[in-house]
């Protein structure tokens, strides 16, 4: 059982910036990828960000050049580097974890991120 805690949500302004970060409870050297979704209000959950165990990554189109994915090994954590935010980027962030290419998805419980006009 793997549980992931996320942080760094909150109210922000057009143009801003935020970090989100999401805490992992395993050593997350090996793990086939983790990344982010998120969720707007009456929306389907969507695919944001994405790191693999060998530090590639992939980014949806609507946040290409402006968000950033990383890790950090020592401390089991991921990170997404949001930058030029935009209203339409508000929506509860979630974070996920996949150990195996075939593995069960785990979840975090999600942060919200409004982003005002």
């Known amino acids: 059982q793997v549980q992931l805690v996320e942080s760094g949500g909150g109210l922000v302004q057009t143009g801003g910036s935020l970090r989100l970060s999401c805490a992992a409870s395993?050593?997350?050297?090996?793990?086939?990828?983790m990344g982010w979704y998120r969720q707007a209000p009456g929306k389907q959950r969507e695919l944001v960000a994405g790191?693999?165990?060998?530090?590639?990554?992939n980014y949806a189109d609507f946040v290409k050049g402006r968000f950033a994915i990383s890790r950090d090994i020592a401390k089991n954590t991921v990170y997404l580097q949001m930058n030029s935010l935009k209203p339409e980027d508000t929506a509860v962030y979630y974070c996920?974890?996949?150990?195996?290419?075939?593995?069960?998805?785990?979840w975090g419980q999600g942060t919200q991120v409004p982003v005002s006009s």
């Open positions: 395993n050593s997350i050297t090996s793990t086939y990828v």
């Open positions: 996920y974890s996949k150990l195996g290419p075939i593995s069960t998805v785990y």
């Open positions: 790191i693999t165990r060998s530090d590639s990554t």
